[in-house]
């Protein structure tokens, strides 16, 4: 077995991070000159074509998608992998039109499923019970969804799909799910192959219902996306180190629990040199994990415009909950997160605490796909700043560093991310070990300020996370800070 295979077999190994960087791996061997990326080319296409699952075909393709956002012009010709490819599907579609565009075939969605279950079909025992085990709920969520919309029998065209794809050899058990020994709450991150085949069978439904007549293409590949298993987008950026200034305080020593107390104060000198820490920019939001001796807390900052009426101070808790209810969205690329970030009025973000008004200075934009490579990015999520910070459209666009933000032609913010000891295994209560930061130019947070009459100040939530006893829960415990604030009344 040679390089290319090895790598290959790890396309489609439990690790989700194995897989990720089997593909990047891939990718690379790809980019080379001469006889290495002939061979690998060839070998990936040839291994494409050997799938029998929908979802595994679609690994292979996902590492010529990664060459092409590096190397674009090292793609084979359009319709040469579509050739190769036996298992359609919508999702192959969406990725072979990020590579090729218009020149991408459409498939015959008649052949992208299997046809209608006989009469007498019943739902197998073993799909009904394990198949919000072997893939996150979010399937079955969206399937009931397009259930109750057409009326078509969704879940039970999934079953016939699924029992379509286990007679290939795919013997039901949940024994792969015993994992055994594992603290409350441990989860891991893993697909197995009775995974790839209830997503095989989830996307052979959804065009199973394009033919129908029922769903419309297009919403049945916003559904397909659901099993993309990376965003083409911000797999290009790569995580940074941890910001020097991000707190580190020092482990209690006694009983009390004195970190809260220590990040106050470094969150209260931060404040205060925020011009000296971060010279022309402005920190809009912050999210990220500190861990402390035995102990973990999540810190998340959160700039807001605010403005007073009178001396009643606004509810701390009623403020960081609608920063982070701010949402936002942008037009792009279905499968690469990049674009224009759609306009937010004011009115549908703002809020009136006591006598306090307050504006988040920023959003959380979703991608279209849910990076299940990169989970930690997809559960801590993305912000990016309002749209009505700029007197132009904002856009922006990910690059190896950063995602960079964009008014007109000229950058004018960034949005970065650190890892700190991520795998495959995580606790359901605890945060991910990740942060990130974003940053805007601070002239436009001076003009914004000036002309709506407030001043950027902080909200700071620090949750802490503890347990006296291995076999229990994590109880959440948080506190809230805020700086700049003003209770004098600004002239207007």
Same mark, same amino acid.
């Given at each position: ?5 090895? &790598?290959?077999?790890? $396309? ?13 791996? &891939? ?63 919508? $999702?192959?579609? /969406? ?9 991408? &075939?459409?498939p015959d969605w008649t052949q992208c499923h299997s046809g209608?279950?006989?009469?007498? !079909? ?8 394990? %198949? ?6 979010? #399937? ?41 020994? %594992? ?33 419309? /293409? /297009? ?13 083409? @987008? ?45 010279? /022309? ?6 999210? @990220?994990?500190?861990?402390? =001796? ?10 807001? !415009?605010?403005?007073?009426? @009178?001396?009643?101070? =606004? ?14 969205? #942008? ?25 306090w008004s307050i504006l988040p200075a920023s959003v959380y ?11 930690w990015r997809g559960y801590r999520g993305i912000q990016l ?62 003009? !914004? ?34 700086? @700049?604030?003003?209770? $004098?009344?600004?002239?207007?």
């Amino acid at each position: 077995m040679n390089n290319i295979d090895v &790598l290959l077999s790890r $396309l489609t190994w439990p690790s989700v991070l194995v897989r990720e960087r089997a593909a990047v791996a &891939l990718a690379d061997l790809m980019s080379q000159e001469g006889t290495v990326m002939e061979q690998t080319q060839n070998t990936i296409m040839k291994w494409i074509g050997q799938q029998n699952l929908e979802s595994a075909a679609i690994l292979g393709i996902i590492a010529f998608c990664r060459l092409a956002d590096q190397h674009r012009d090292k793609l084979p010709e359009p319709g040469i992998i579509n050739h190769e490819l036996r298992k359609h599907s919508l $999702l192959s579609f /969406e990725l072979l039109r990020f590579l090729y565009g218009d020149h991408a &075939l459409k498939p015959d969605w008649t052949q992208c499923h299997s046809g209608e279950p006989t009469n007498n !079909f019943e739902l197998p025992e073993f799909f009904e019970k394990f %198949r919000t085990n072997f893939l996150p709920p979010i #399937y079955s969520r969206w399937l009931k969804e397009v259930q109750d919309r057409t009326l078509l029998p969704m879940f039970r065209q999934w079953a016939f799909e699924w029992t379509q794809l286990v007679s290939l050899g795919y013997k039901p058990s949940a024994q792969v799910l015993d994992f055994g020994g %594992r603290s409350p709450g441990l989860r891991m991150l893993v697909d197995f192959p009775l995974s790839e085949v209830y997503r095989s069978a989830y996307l052979r439904s959804l065009a199973w219902a394009v033919t129908k007549g029922r769903l419309p /293409e /297009e919403t049945a590949c916003y559904l397909a996306r659901e099993a993309c298993p990376i965003d083409l @987008g911000l797999w290009r950026v790569q995580p940074a180190s941890k910001p020097p200034w991000w707190p580190s305080p020092i482990p209690s020593l006694g009983t009390i629990d004195t970190v809260p107390a220590q990040l106050s104060t470094i969150l209260s000198e931060l404040w205060d040199k925020k011009h000296e820490v971060f010279k /022309e920019n402005a920190l809009l939001a912050a999210s @990220g994990i500190i861990q402390c =001796g035995a102990n973990t807390y999540n810190l998340s900052i959160r700039a807001m !415009f605010q403005a007073a009426t @009178g001396p009643i101070v =606004g509810d701390p808790v009623q403020i960081m909950k609608s920063c982070d209810d701010a949402q936002g969205s #942008y037009t792009g690329q279905d499968v690469y997160f990049a674009g224009v970030l759609n306009p937010i009025k004011t009115t549908d973000i703002s809020l009136v605490s006591h006598d306090w008004s307050i504006l988040p200075a920023s959003v959380y934009v979703r991608p279209h796909v849910f990076p299940r490579w990169q989970y930690w990015r997809g559960y801590r999520g993305i912000q990016l700043p309002a749209s009505f910070l700029a007197s132009e459209k904002l856009s922006f666009r990910c690059e190896t560093d950063s995602i960079r933000i964009f008014e007109g032609t000229t950058q004018i913010g960034t949005w970065q991310d650190w890892t700190d000891g991520v795998t495959e295994e995580f606790t359901n209560n605890l945060p991910h070990p990740h942060g990130w930061v974003l940053f805007v130019h601070s002239d436009l947070v001076d003009e !914004f300020s000036r002309l709506s009459h407030s001043k950027l100040a902080w909200i700071c939530e620090i949750k802490m996370f503890h347990r006296e006893h291995e076999h229990e829960d994590f109880r959440e415990f948080s506190t809230y800070q805020l700086h @700049g604030t003003t209770n $004098l009344v600004l002239p207007s």
